[in-house]
């Protein structure tokens, strides 16, 4: 079984911190065997959101690599020790489809990030969606050098976080799968049937 991996790039730089790291996320995650595609906000613009209903082509798009995907890598821009704004606009329109999904987190900081990451997972959370323990979180040129390459450190974590997605998506994937096919009614998996 192949695990699909969708990035989520939210900075709106042509130039992020974020979006070259979540990149390298996904060939990781790649190198372990996952399929991938890169969704970028800044690109794909997503109306603001609604709860009366909103139709656009690039909603269309984004709605289907978000049904496509097995697995998130989720990366964002630390803005006021928040995620971008761009960011808390694409998770309000979905939410049954992060059931039973795996989450992974980058951020750009110049703090770690933390703030950040903790506000995606509390989203993520309330959709059913799992979330790896832990994110990595870049400071701008302290960790990039001046062509722009990530530093040895920041590497092997991203290295990690690809494999690990890859991994553990994997397996909750299947998981949530077989219960939402399966028969037992002592899962939360059980309501998505
Ligand atoms: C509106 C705004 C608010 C920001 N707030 C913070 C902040 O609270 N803490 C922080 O560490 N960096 C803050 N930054 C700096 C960005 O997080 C930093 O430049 C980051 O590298 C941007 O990510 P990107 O390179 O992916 O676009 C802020 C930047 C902007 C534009």
Sequence with gaps: MSLNVLGVASSMRNVSYSTKILQDALDSAKQHGAETRLLSLKDTKLPLYSPEGISSPELDKVTDDVKWADAYILASPDYHGSMSGTMKNFLDYFWTEFAGK??????????KGLTVMDQMRTAVRQCYGWSMPYGVSVNSDLDFDSNGN????????????????????????????????????????????
């Design 102 to 111: 795996t989450f992974g987190y980058v951020c750009a900081s110049h703090e």
């Design 150 to 193: 990530p530093s040895e450190q920041v590497k092997s974590r991203i290295k990690t976080l690809g494999r690990d997605i890859a991994a553990y998506g994997k397996v909750i994937s299947k998981q949530f799968k077989d219960d939402v096919t399966g028969n037992d009614t002592d899962t939360f998996a059980a309501r998505y049937r």
